[in-house]
């Protein structure tokens, strides 16, 4: 069960919570956006963050407080709504720093087609973040319960998620909470820092 004192809310359309949004992302993909992106990643994901229909949309965004101040984020969409956004707030966003963005999405194409293999009926869990001295509370566990309960208020079928092939303690939360390794990429050529297991759990 959640922590008495963790709040959960939904995100606002704002441009501080967009930058705070754009760090937890990071994070939680390891650095994938900062790589992606450049050094400017939090401004340009924080103008995305503003727009609505779109992965990196505040429409999927929740922020967990304790005593009022924001130390976790949880982002997830259905693989409908997946399949009906737009890339083109993050392109607009990226504006003169469009062609970095472009070359490392051509360069990552496989790595970003991974996506689009989000199973119908599926609630897919796109980030997961908490504060770094916070870890080791319960508060994890906090996120995750949350993150069920939502893909369950859309009535998805199952909760799925991409994790990296080297975060074996997120693996092993997420083994505790009875998911499972569906996949995994890629499939034949090996691509160091760059293997991820698609994990599952049905409801």
């Known amino acids: 069960m959640p922590q008495p004192n963790l709040a959960f809310r939904s995100a606002n359309p704002i441009r501080l919570e967009g930058m705070l949004?754009?760090?937890y992302l990071d994070q939680a993909a390891e650095g994938f956006f900062s790589f992606m992106l450049g050094g400017?990643?939090?401004?340009?994901i924080a103008e995305a963050y503003l727009r609505p229909d779109h992965d990196l949309s505040y429409q999927h965004v929740t922020f967990a407080e304790q005593n009022k101040a924001?130390?976790?984020?949880?982002?997830?969409?259905?693989?409908?709504?997946h399949h009906q956004a737009?890339?083109?707030p993050l392109k607009q966003a990226a504006g003169r720093y469009n062609l970095r963005f472009l070359t490392v999405s051509i360069l990552c194409a496989p790595l970003m087609r991974m996506l689009d293999t989000i199973t119908t009926g599926d609630f897919y869990l796109q980030a997961i973040a908490l504060n770094k001295e916070l870890r080791g509370e319960g508060l994890g566990?906090?996120?995750m319960n949350f993150a069920e309960n939502r893909a369950q208020t859309f009535?998805?079928?199952r909760l799925s998620l991409d994790v990296s092939a080297d975060n074996i303690v997120a693996r092993k939360?997420?083994?505790?909470?009875?998911?499972?390794?569906?996949?995994r990429w890629p499939k034949r050529l090996a691509i160091p820092k760059l293997k991820?297991?698609?994990?599952?759990?049905?409801?």
């Open 21 to 23: 949004f754009a760090q």
């Open 40 to 44: 400017h990643f939090r401004e340009i």
């Open 70 to 81: 924001v130390v976790g984020m949880v982002s997830g969409y259905t693989a409908s709504q």
């Open 86 to 88: 737009s890339d083109q």
């Open 141 to 143: 566990s906090a996120l």
């Open 155 to 157: 009535e998805s079928k």
């Open 173 to 183: 939360l997420y083994e505790r909470r009875g998911m499972t390794i569906e996949s």
């Open 196 to 203: 991820f297991y698609r994990m599952t759990k049905t409801f």
